[in-house]
């Protein structure tokens, strides 16, 4: 089976730096996608990691280790708007779905 | 390119009945994914369907089925409701081609549905 970690909450400070983990367990990995979803919003897509090493885009940034199975987002200069739920999501190989693991609550305090 | 659109936005229903909620995906996307998503359980995957066949299913009872038309809106079924399918339903949509890997999904803003 699949199976994926992350902290249930994260609160940080305006302008500071944050880091969401993720670990995961599976079979035919393929890659690491990452998915933000605001209080009564839809989840969208931020970024997806196939190789290892460190994808940035903007303030986001997002980092895999496959041989460690292991990945994480990185937001800087975080801002109030940044406060939404975070999600890592398998991806495997072929058409098989996506697997989200349970998210993290980032809050943003000022 | 309109989103991924999702009616009812909002429904009530009793234990015991039915409901059935729709979902109409990005322009000439074919896959169409449900999720149910609840309060600490993150999004659970349902089912998708991609040219109106059902690709892949997730680990949900009988009573959730789900069918595609030929112009790929979907539909999803929940038969006999329990108060635990109260959540909110998530549809995702993508081009779904066999070499397409399924790592950007676009999804609705879901259906809320509340069972009493």
């Known amino acids: 089976g699949q199976s994926l970690e992350q902290p249930s909450e994260v609160t940080a400070v305006e302008g500071a730096i944050v880091q969401i983990n993720c670990t995961y367990q599976?079979?035919?990995?393929?890659?690491l996608s990452w998915y933000q979803q605001h209080d009564g919003g839809a989840p969208t897509f931020l970024s997806y990691n196939a190789l290892d090493g460190l994808e940035e885009t903007g303030r986001f940034s997002s980092f895999l280790s496959r041989s460690d199975s292991y990945g994480y987002l990185l937001l800087q200069e975080l801002q109030m708007k940044d406060s939404a739920s975070y999600f890592c999501a398998v991806v495997s190989s072929g058409n098989t779905p996506l697997v989200f693991g349970k998210g993290t609550r980032l809050s943003v305090i000022a | 390119k309109a989103g991924v659109t999702q009616t009812p936005r909002y429904l009530i229903k009793t234990r015991g009945q039915q409901v059935t909620l729709s979902c109409s995906p990005i322009s000439g996307h074919r896959s169409v994914s449900w999720y149910q998503q609840t309060p600490g359980q993150g999004l659970q995957f349902l089912f998708e369907?991609?040219?109106?066949?059902?690709?892949n299913k997730g680990n949900f009872p009988g009573r959730f089925s789900g069918r595609q038309f030929s112009n790929s809106r979907s539909e999803m079924n929940v038969s006999t409701l329990e108060l635990g399918d109260s959540a909110l339903y998530l549809c995702a949509s993508r081009g779904g081609g066999p070499r397409e890997v399924a790592y950007e999904q676009y999804f609705g803003p879901g259906t809320r549905l509340t069972v009493t």
């Open positions: 369907y991609f040219s109106e066949t059902q690709r």
């Open positions: 599976t079979s035919g990995f393929y890659g």
